[in-house]
Structure formats: structure tokens, C-alpha cells
């Protein structure tokens, strides 16, 4: 097949088009599993969280039961959502509205001037409206079909090309936790992530711990699974380089770098386990949540591999020290994340310029895009 022919599949107006994001969210985000956050984020009963499913806002919420429950954060009432954010040892759930409220199971319970408002009311026909949730690898997802298959149908196939890493063993890093937008659309975002073309330009400085060259890659279903081992220099001294205490044996050792779908990025390495979480906010603005677990070890272990790394690391992002290095431009700020979000922003500017044209696509290393593209074509089409 002639380089001509490898030609991205979505036109411009899917990256542009509040139409486009109106479907996207119809058809993808309301259809398929999101995730809402750790196990640990939901401990105790009364304990919540909301997340945003496509057109749905859905909560979490633990039963004095121990058991997670999900449910549309609609009050039967009038609509009004029950919950804002997350919450902490609630002991029922009222509508700021009116008052309307709920126990932890998601029953009506109680209805202000029940009796000369509405009269015969069945409280038992207006309890919340369930979805779905269920856990994988210490992950909390939702679906907004409380009937939807189980987790493992949707994640089942992609399970062998994870890393062999022990989330449950792992600890959050808090330090290590953000949020951020990028001016672009979610699936430029995405696209950048499982474009393997890019990987030895772009972060040829930030990412060369890596041997990009050996990198194994392809999809399974709707997800996308990646694999490449440690460039020898660096793994000669590992302990050494390594930012954090190992995770993994050294027989192990790699980077595997999967993107779920619809937009959760997984970055399995050798010392540590991270979630890059894209939420579309707009046709050109998405959310990306970033969450960091590691061994499970003192502060003070922390600290001593990070005082035998840091010197490694400066040298080989920028060839330079930290003194020397100039934060305000993104291509030389040593942070292969502010390459990647530059990158992707003034990709969506473009788009917006009356010269762009779809040029060809690499025929390896640009497939994995063009894959996805079609697989959400398909989303679109059903």
C-alpha cells in the first residue's frame, strides 16, 4: 500500500464540531464503562463520589451494608442532582431542593408535607434510579446501564498485555496527583498518547530511558496495548535511575502503556503505577486527571532514591542541569507532559486554519491512530 494511502479516517469537523462531541458523548461516554476512581476513595459507609458518564452524572456511594452502590444523581422529584462532589460518612442523601430523601440504598424515605402535597404517594415506585459499578485492578468503574455486562467483558481481553504489576500491593502517591486542561479536543489527547511515531521526536530528551525501537503495540478490541523495554543504559544501574523503588522484579522490568477505552490511560512501569484519565469538557477542551500508586515503603526510602536519581534524570532530559534549564519554553522545560500538551494544542490550532490538510500517516508508526479513529467511527455509525 502506497504512503498516499495511509490517510487518517475522521474528518477535521470530528476534532472541531460541537455536533461531533454531542455524539460522541451519546454513543461513546454514555455507552461504555468510565472510571470514577480508587477503591480506597469510597472507605466507609456514607462515603461517595460523582463522576460524569456521558450524559450522565452518576455517584458512588458505600452501604452501611459495606456494598458500593451507583445511581443516576437524578432527585425523582424534579431532577435536581443529589450530590456536587464527593462526600464523607452521610448518613442519608437529601435533595437541596425540596428536601426529598433517600437512604443509602437508594429508597425514598421521606417527602416534606407528604400528606396534603401528595396525597397516596407509593415512596416505594420513586427510589433512585440504579446504575452500575464494579472494581478492577483496586479501580472503581460505572456504567449508566445498571444491566451492562460485567467489568471483565469489557476489560477480559486486555487483562494479558497489562503489566504484571500488584495494584492492590501499591499505594497512592499524593504528591504525584493533578489536574489539568488541554485546548484540544479528547481525541487529539488520545491520539498523541498511542502515537508511537512521535515517541523518539517529541521526547527523543525525556523519554530516552526507553528503547522506543523494541516497542511492541497493538489493539485488542477497543483498547490499545503497549510494551517496550528499558534502553540498556538505563537499566545497567537501575536502582540508581530509577525515580522511585522498584515495583517490579528485574526480570520484569518495562514500560506497558495501554489507553483503555474511551480515555484511560494506563502508565505501567518499573517503579510505579499511574492512571491519565481524559475527560471531554468541549469539542476542543478536555480534562486529563493523572494518579500515581507505588511500593508500599517509608518516606525516607522515598527520599534517598530520589537524591540517587535526580542527577541522572536532569542529565538525560535536557543534557543540562537545573539550573540551566529554561521552564517557560515547553520544549526544553525537561517535562515530557508540557511536550505532549504543547504538542497537542497547537495541533488543535491548527485544525482551525483554512491551509490544514490531513497530510499521509506513518504506515507503523501512525497506526494505532488510525485505528482508533475507526473504532470510533464505528461508536458513530451504530
Not at 461513546?28 to 462515603?47: H, K, L, Q, V
Not at 517496550?228 to 523503588?245: F, V
Amino acid at each position: 500500500m502506497s504512503n498516499k494511502a495511509m490517510m487518517h479516517v475522521l474528518p477535521v469537523e470530528a476534532y472541531t464540531s460541537q455536533e461531533w462531541f454531542d455524539r460522541e458523548q451519546l454513543k461513546i461516554f454514555s455507552r461504555t464503562w468510565r472510571f470514577a476512581g480508587f477503591r480506597e476513595d469510597i472507605a466507609d459507609p456514607g462515603d461517595s463520589i460523582t463522576v460524569q458518564a456521558g450524559l450522565n452524572n452518576i455517584f458512588i456511594i458505600k452501604g452501611r451494608d459495606h456494598r458500593l452502590r451507583a445511581f443516576h444523581n437524578i432527585c425523582r422529584h424534579r431532577g435536581t442532582q443529589l450530590l456536587r462532589a464527593a462526600g464523607k460518612a452521610q448518613k442519608v442523601l437529601t435533595c437541596p431542593y425540596h428536601d426529598w430523601t433517600y437512604d443509602l440504598e437508594g429508597k425514598l424515605i421521606s417527602v416534606p408535607d407528604e400528606d396534603p402535597e401528595f396525597p397516596n404517594l407509593d415512596k416505594s415506585c420513586y427510589g433512585l434510579k440504579p446504575a452500575k459499578v464494579d472494581i478492577w485492578r483496586s479501580m472503581i468503574f460505572v456504567h449508566p446501564d445498571p444491566d451492562a455486562g460485567s467489568i471483565m467483558e469489557w476489560f477480559g481481553d486486555i487483562e494479558p498485555f497489562l503489566g504484571p504489576h500488584n495494584v492492590d500491593e501499591l499505594i497512592e502517591y499524593p504528591e504525584a496527583r493533578g489536574s489539568y486542561e488541554i485546548n484540544a479536543n479528547w481525541k487529539v489527547v488520545v491520539e498523541n498518547y498511542i502515537d508511537v511515531y512521535h515517541l523518539s521526536h517529541l521526547h527523543s530528551g525525556t523519554l530516552n530511558m526507553y528503547d522506543h525501537a523494541k516497542a511492541e503495540y497493538q489493539f485488542v478490541g477497543p483498547h490499545f496495548a503497549f510494551w517496550e523495554p528499558l534502553a540498556a543504559d538505563y537499566l545497567e544501574n537501575i536502582e540508581r535511575n530509577a525515580a522511585m523503588p522498584l515495583v517490579l522484579p528485574k526480570d520484569k522490568l518495562g514500560a506497558w502503556v495501554p489507553m483503555l477505552f474511551p480515555g484511560l490511560g494506563l502508565g505501567e512501569s518499573e517503579s510505579d503505577w499511574s492512571i491519565f484519565h481524559i475527560t471531554p469538557l468541549g469539542p476542543e477542551l478536555s480534562r486529563v486527571e493523572t494518579r500515581t500508586r507505588v511500593k508500599d515503603t517509608s518516606a525516607w526510602e522515598f527520599q534517598k532514591q530520589q537524591w540517587r536519581s535526580s542527577r541522572f534524570f536532569e542529565k538525560s532530559i535536557t543534557g543540562k542541569y537545573a539550573g540551566d534549564k529554561n521552564s517557560d519554553d515547553p520544549m526544553t522545560s525537561g517535562d515530557f507532559t508540557a511536550e505532549d500538551i504543547y504538542a497537542c494544542e497547537q495541533q488543535q490550532k491548527s485544525l482551525r486554519s483554512p491551509y490544514f490538510e490531513v497530510g499521509p500517516s506513518a504506515e507503523a508508526g501512525e497506526k494505532p491512530v488510525r485505528e482508533h479513529q475507526q473504532i470510533v467511527k464505528t461508536y458513530l455509525d451504530s
